[in-house]
Structures are given as structure tokens and as C-alpha cells.
């Protein structure tokens, strides 16, 4: 089955890095796609950003494009979020997900537990 384990969340002041990582296991993830969600209080949960394991091709929302990066690591089966500039808005849990021979939008069948990450300002 597949497993996906969030890592790498915590409390950062605004303007500041973090990087976010997701191990992935129990499949062969060449036929997938691998998202980050992230939902704040109150609020629904949106996508991030979204890859495609097997081609590279990616998707950055609007919100956080310039300032977040998706990027996996074959090898290791790991996705990450690297995360600069970061603003109190950015305050969230974030989910890591997967979607068989999904498009970048989904449908995201699998989730993590997901990684709460506050940005003080």
C-alpha cells in the first residue's frame, strides 16, 4: 500500500526557509502523480505544487510561485517542497499526495499525515 510521510514542518519567522520533504513508499510511483496540499485554519485545502514522478513535468500555484519549489528524488522516492520568503499567509498544515496516472489537478487518492508549519511575523 502506499505510504507517504511528511517531514520537516515547524515554526520559521516570516522571510524565512524551510524545506518540507515526503518519503514515499509501497509502489513503484513512475505511473503517479505527487502533490503538496496545504490547508490553513478555517480554510479548504488547496494544491501547492504537483509533479509527475516518472516525466518532470510540474505545476506551481500562483500563491507561491517564485518562492516554493517541488522536486522529487527518484532514488531515494522522496518529494520536496523547498520553501523561501515565506509569509504569515503560508501558515498551514501541508499534506503530501499521490494520484495514479492522475493529472498534475488530481484526483489525489493517497495522503500523508501532513506537517503543520507556522510563519511568524
Known amino acids: 500500500q502506499v505510504q507517504l510521510v511528511e517531514s520537516g514542518g515547524g515554526l520559521v519567522q516570516a522571510g524565512g526557509s524551510l524545506r518540507l520533504s515526503c518519503a514515499a513508499s509501497?509502489?513503484?510511483?513512475?505511473?503517479?502523480?505527487l502533490g503538496w496540499f496545504r490547508q490553513a485554519p478555517g480554510k479548504e485545502r488547496d494544491i501547492v505544487a504537483a509533479i509527475y514522478w516518472g516525466g518532470g513535468l510540474l505545476y506551481t500555484a500562483d500563491s507561491v510561485k517564485g518562492r516554493f519549489t517541488i522536486s522529487k528524488d527518484n532514488a531515494k522516492n522522496t518529494l520536496y517542497l523547498q520553501m523561501n520568503s515565506l509569509k504569515s499567509e503560508d501558515t498551514a498544515v501541508y499534506y503530501c499526495a499521490a494520484a495514479l496516472r492522475g493529472s498534475l489537478m488530481g484526483p489525489y487518492g493517497y495522503w500523508g499525515q501532513g506537517t503543520q508549519v507556522t510563519v511568524s511575523s
Open positions: 509501497g509502489r513503484d510511483f513512475s505511473a503517479y502523480t
